[in-house]
């Protein structure tokens, strides 16, 4: 199975819905297993490792914790040494008080562990919502990491992801909620294998990339600016590279033999098609990640659990479906061009 030299890279995947089953808002997820599980293998194919059951999978956006529980399950005994799963604590349902939100974590980590996953701490909610001073996320993290049998990766979600998000790590101002972090990081650094960031902003990534104690990773979340960022250093935890494998493992291939022209060259014309696909609101992002996998053949209806897919019109998709044309991300052009002829006649076109 190929894999790449110079950077660590993950693909955050998506789950794909059974198109029969009732997966309106409020309803517990079906999802279609062997479709989702072929497209695990699709990107491992393309040198990926696999970041699962993470927002891209819809975690807090429909997957509930049943079906999250039976994705970790499913995808890590498939190549356990290539998936990363998140721990949450979303299967926290009503008001919940700081040892209910450790509780929630510490069950989620031992199902990953148990999968034989390696552990991704997500960003949470709950403790979002029942935190009171930074004193409070260096406690929950603290307590957590030393539960963790191998180094796990930390996930910072900016607010345009989520909006419950905002304020994380005990400040909304960025600088400080960064100092905050990044001594969590320092003091639990051995048990730290990296850090993922999704706040969108190039310069504070490269900052605090240059922060963290030796031997952590810097995992870049920016769907808007991630050439750049990997290509000065950042290893990869990215929601776009779901859509964009097969170009951006040539590109990485480029990047591994140090031929710097042929990875820009490549991997720009996908950066329009992310920003597209990523633009506010942000946490709707999914949809295009899942438009473009029926688009390509990977599954056969274009549904996702909690209804999602009607979350992004059609002029969003029309788009794009060209921003992919143009970055050479359409497989089967005659395929692609039926489907999106079906879909035009669903919207009376």
Known sequence: MKSFKSRVVYAAAHVVADPLADNTPGRPAVV??????????????????????????????????????????????????????GAGTDQLTGPADLKDVLDAYLEQIATVQEAGAGVIIMA????????????????????????????????????MFDPNLAGYWGSRDVEKATAEFLTLVGENAAKIEGVKVSLLDEAHEVA??????????????DDFNYPSLIKSGSHALLGIFDAIAPVASKALTALDAGDLDEYDRVL?????LSRKIFEAPTFHYKTGIVFLAWLNGHQDAFVMVNGAQSARSLPHLREVYRLAAVAGLIADPDLA?????????????
Not at 57 to 62: I, K
Not at 68 to 85: F, G, M, N, Q, Y
Not at 339 to 349: K, N, Q
Request: with cysteine; proline share 4%.
């Open 208 to 221: 605090l990339r240059a922060a963290l104690p030796e031997g952590v990773r810097l995992y870049t979340g």
């Open 337 to 349: 061009a039926a489907r999106m002829r079906s879909l035009e006649a669903v919207y009376g076109r």
């Open 32 to 85: 279609d297993w062997e479709a989702t599980l072929r497209y695990r293998r699709h990107l491992w194919s393309h040198g990926f490792r696999v970041a699962d059951a993470m927002d891209t999978a819809q975690r807090n956006a429909g997957l509930d914790w049943a079906a999250t529980k039976e994705l970790i399950r499913l995808s890590a005994a498939e190549a356990p040494d290539l998936v990363a799963c």
């Open 124 to 159: 949470s909610r709950q403790l979002a919502a029942a935190a009171r001073h930074p004193e409070d996320y260096h406690e929950i993290y603290g307590r957590l990491l030393a539960e963790v049998e191998r180094p796990a990766i930390l996930h910072w979600l900016g607010e």
């Open 268 to 272: 720009a014309p996908t950066v329009d």
